[in-house]
């Protein structure tokens, strides 16, 4: 092809976006599903912590204060769901959106028709679930796990509202991994190896093929529990010969993987991150891939850890803690990698770098927790207590949420054209910082005492530590309205950014301009601008 | 900004420290070592793979802090440009291998021990029902006297609604402790009556969950005499933060004296049950047990919290028929959430609790149900 035919074919079909709202209900580009999911996972992040804070209000003394038991066990569970389906998972598919092609040099995603689709059925899913609390019987009241027989024999007349909610859930979000896995194998610009891929690429790449094997089994589950509820199956029903433990086989088969769905994008995101401002090459790139990929296949064959006290028999004990442990390795090779890629880096600390750091340091003690809860014996004291709720709030707050702040710190620039403010930025993790060690590190000394979770009251002995939890948890909650603030700030002016953005940065999200235009790479980039990660 | 996180941390912890030294007995940090030689291993075991972590976590982080502080691009720093070794991968892969290996060789002892569950001297076992417990101690021989009761949270609606100060162990007293001998390898078998439980004592490292259709197995040999108390761990429904477990450790001698009166007052119960109950008395001792038991459900003024709980004022089953009455309460409604009562309460306090709800809350029919009707109607099969 030649230059000047090239330029006619992009003139041809240069256009911008279409005027008014069917801009945003029609639009098949990567960068508008990319910012709505965004968007919208910002919205159910503050809705779920609303419920949080809720959660945190009652919990602030002994006592019934403000919500009966009823009420927080739906508080618990709506909390639960709204952060793991509405906020992390659709946030890191916004991102996934937006920065894949930029990342490989495609034009868009492979399936744009589908990606509109895919996020365009989440709000009505959601709106499905969350109006189960205004019905007659409450919302779904039995924990995001909603083990059987709570959420089936004994679960409110809602219950069905939500299984549909799920299924819709599931069908987004498989959506989007085909479409991401189309994407990655199909529309790299030549040049663009897979060893030469972004990390935040591959994690991707390797979540979506975690999200294509464990989603068809939370639907299965779900509609397991549907069967039992109104066709007089008995799957969960230990009374029609049916097996209460069989449903948390199948729920834990895809809410391990699950989590690491939650946390691989993560990574790949401060894999980014470290090496921009560390201004040094990521140390051991295939190791990093190599990880993520044990990680991956691991995540398959560790789900009874989360059912140590069922009763299982004991060589299924010892096979699930030693598969468990095993996990610790490749996920400290991550951490080893990430600080010997700051080690004798020459590193400032803008805003996305702190919040990289805080996800090394923090999501490394939710790590060091989970080795000790792989430990079966010592398990039966820690589970089901405020030790795993510090731990895995460890690993999802401190861990993906920071990882998903860095990330819109990081590339904000890139999507806006503007500088966001540096000061307010800082001051943003910075309280969040305090406030999410004050809201979760209690929490591990609650729970060693001996206080079960999803309890609406407690007693006198934990009173101390509650009162400093649900006092980080307020302050850590308001803080993230600085987050809107400054983005807010950011999308409407500010000091214009470069191409470049940061002086460390390397990739080709960094060779379009600021803003990035409406289409990118309608062309491929030339091989030379793709190099080693 | 590590350096601020470790001031910030140590900060918190000489606090703590100062707290925890006896200014304030309530901040405590750790996992009780508890009572039993299987507590005492995993409170080892914790500690151990603890300071395993923290070890881990003074290297990594002082390496992270070290570059922090020194190779910042403001010192002056110029980026090295060494970015892969596979001899450094090679070795910081097998280094967590051998400490992992180091940990699970404790952990498959202590797993494989707990895991034993042969030569009991005694056995009981624990239902979970929504939201109490019920201990049966099995009997060798079936023609003895059979000691079987239920354990309800005993702290008061006013303590929990915040009308009257907390007592001491607020949300951790029942009315009927479970009581066994110390010094005697005790099995103890779970099961459950409607969803999910998890019966589980700190004290002596022991937490299952009661699994209806399964019987989970445990065992403990507690060593010193005392009240030992612990909580339902497992969500099981509204009221999963209110059943609390009390248990009594008696000496052997005391123990057997206990359980010699409890035969005996069953046998009483038994006699008793002939007897018959005027108005009042049922009517008194009806509101009880409807304050103990239903009032979680169908609420003070029997309003309920409909759909799922039914209102009882005015409804067909409270005041039609008291047959259906009887049964609803003896047998249950299966799918609900209403239990059957017919094991947990004796003919007595059935007969007034049905009479209670006859006549109450404006369901004036008059009724007066003997406990000896409701015995025919259990034994009656009906």
């Known amino acids: 092809m030649s230059t000047s035919a090239a330029l006619d074919h992009s003139h041809d079909h240069h256009h911008g976006p279409a005027k008014g709202i069917t801009r945003w209900l029609f639009t098949t580009n990567h960068k508008d599903i990319g910012s709505m999911y965004l968007w919208f996972s910002f919205a159910m992040f503050l809705l779920g912590g609303t419920f949080a804070l809720v959660i945190r209000a009652e919990l602030f003394q002994p006592g019934l204060q403000f919500v009966d038991p009823s009420f927080f066990n739906q508080m618990t569970t709506m909390h639960g769901l709204v952060m793991v389906f509405g906020a992390v998972m659709p946030a890191f598919v916004g991102l996934a959106n937006w920065m894949i092609p930029l990342m490989i040099g495609a034009p868009d995603m492979a399936l744009p028709r589908m990606n509109n689709w895919s996020f365009w059925i989440l709000p009505f899913a959601f709106a499905m679930m969350v109006s189960t609390l205004f019905m007659e019987g409450g919302g779904p009241n039995f924990g995001w796990t909603f083990y059987a027989p709570l959420s089936t024999t004994y679960g409110p007349p809602s219950t069905t509202f939500f299984i549909f909610a799920v299924h819709i859930l ?179 600390f803008e805003t996305p770098m702190l919040f990289a750091i805080a996800f090394v340091v923090l999501f490394t003690i939710g790590g060091f927790t989970g080795v000790m809860l792989a430990i079966t014996p010592v398990d039966f004291q820690y589970h089901d207590t405020y030790f795993v709720v510090a731990h895995f709030h460890y690993v999802l707050v401190p861990g993906a949420v920071f990882s998903l702040m860095a990330a819109v710190y990081y590339w904000l620039p890139k999507w806006t054209g503007y500088m966001y403010d540096e000061t307010l930025g800082k001051l943003h993790f910075w309280l969040s910082f305090i406030g999410v060690n004050l809201l979760f590190f209690p929490q591990h000394f609650l729970g060693l005492a001996g206080m079960p979770r999803r309890i609406p009251d407690y007693a006198l002995q934990f009173a101390d530590f509650n009162w400093i939890s649900s006092v980080g948890g307020f302050l850590f909650g308001f803080s993230q309205l600085i987050l809107l603030f400054v983005v807010i700030k950011c999308v409407r002016g500010g000091k214009k950014a470069t191409a470049q953005v940061w002086e460390g940065a390397q990739g080709l999200e960094w060779t379009v301009p600021s803003p990035a235009p409406y289409h990118t790479f309608e062309t491929p980039p030339d091989a030379s601008l793709i190099k080693a990660q | 900004m590590l350096s601020k996180a470790k001031l910030w941390l140590g900060l918190a912890l000489s606090t703590l420290m100062f707290w925890s030294a006896g200014l304030h007995a309530a901040w405590e940090l750790n996992m009780p070592r508890g009572v039993t030689q299987m507590s005492r291993d995993t409170y080892d075991l914790h500690m151990t793979i603890f300071w395993w972590v923290v070890a881990i976590g003074v290297v990594v982080f002082s390496v992270m802090l070290w570059s922090i502080i020194h190779h910042r691009k403001s010192k002056g720093a110029k980026p090295a440009s060494f970015h892969e070794s596979t001899k450094v991968e090679i070795v910081w892969t097998l280094i967590p291998f051998a400490i992992l290996i180091m940990m699970a060789i404790p952990a498959t002892r202590v797993l494989t021990d707990a895991y034993d569950t042969t030569g009991s001297e005694l056995d009981i076992q624990i239902t979970g029902y929504q939201w109490r417990w019920e201990y049966t101690y099995m009997r060798e021989d079936m023609d003895e006297e059979e000691v079987s009761f239920f354990s309800i949270l005993s702290t008061s609606r006013e303590e929990i609604d915040n009308d009257i100060e907390k007592s001491e162990n607020y949300l951790l007293d029942v009315d ?120 979680a459900c169908h609420q003070a003024g029997g309003v309920g919290m409909p759909p799922v709980f039914p209102a009882l004022a005015g409804s067909d089953k409270a005041t039609g028929d008291r047959l259906i009455t009887m049964d609803t309460i003896v047998n249950g409604v299966d799918g609900t959430a209403m239990a059957a009562y017919g094991r947990q309460l004796n003919p007595i306090q059935l007969a007034a609790v049905i009479t209670f709800v006859r006549n109450a809350f404006g369901n004036d029919t008059g009724d007066l149900v003997q406990p000896t009707e409701v015995n025919e109607f259990i034994v009656g099969g009906q």
């Not at chain 1, 299965?220 to 529990?225: D, F, L, R, W």
């Not at chain 1, 008995?234 to 729920?251: C, R, S, T, Y």
């Not at chain 1, 059912?307 to 699930?320: D, E, H, S, W, Y």
């Not at chain 2, 123990?255 to 008395?281: F, G, P, V």
């Open chain 1, 170 to 348: 599931g069908a987004s979000s498989i959506m989007g991994a085909i479409n991401v896995i189309a994407t990655i194998l199909n529309m790299r610009a030549p040049g663009m190896t897979l060893m030469k891929m972004p990390l935040f690429v591959w994690t991707w790449l390797i979540t979506a093929y975690l999200l294509i094997a464990v989603m068809p089994v939370l639907a299965g589950v779900v509609t397991m529990m549907l069967f039992d509820i109104h066709f007089g199956t008995a799957f969960f029903d230990a009374a029609g010969g049916g097996d209460p433990v069989l449903f948390q086989h199948l729920f834990w088969f895809f809410g391990h993987p699950e989590v690491y769905i939650m946390i691989l994008p993560a990574f790949g995101i401060v894999s980014a991150i470290i090496p921009t401002f560390a201004r040094k090459r990521l140390f051991g790139y295939d190791s990093m891939v190599y990880a993520t990929a044990s990680i991956a296949f691991l995540s398959f064959i560790v789900w009874a850890h989360h059912m140590f006290t069922v009763g299982m028999p004991l060589a299924g004990q010892l096979f699930f803690m030693y598969a468990t442990m095993l996990i610790a390795v490749p996920t400290g090779v991550k951490v080893f990698n990430w600080v010997a890629t700051m080690f004798r880096g020459s590193m400032t």
């Open chain 2, 176 to 295: 009927r402790p479970l009581v066994i001998p110390t010094d005697t390898r005790i099995r103890f078998l779970m099961t459950s009556a409607d969803v999910l439980h998890a019966w589980w004592v700190p004290d002596f490292a022991i937490k299952k969950d009661t699994i209806p259709g399964f019987i989970n197995e445990t065992w403990v040999v507690v060593e010193e005499p005392g009240i030992y108390r612990g909580q339902c761990a497992e969500l099981c429904g509204m009221d999963h933060g209110f059943m609390p477990i009390v248990v009594h450790a008696l000496p052997p001698e005391e123990y057997q004296a206990w359980y010699a009166d409890q035969q005996q007052a069953a046998a009483d119960i038994r006699e008793l049950a002939n007897a018959e109950l005027s108005m009042d008395d049922a009517m008194a001792q009806g509101e009880q047990i409807y304050n103990q038991n239903c009032v």
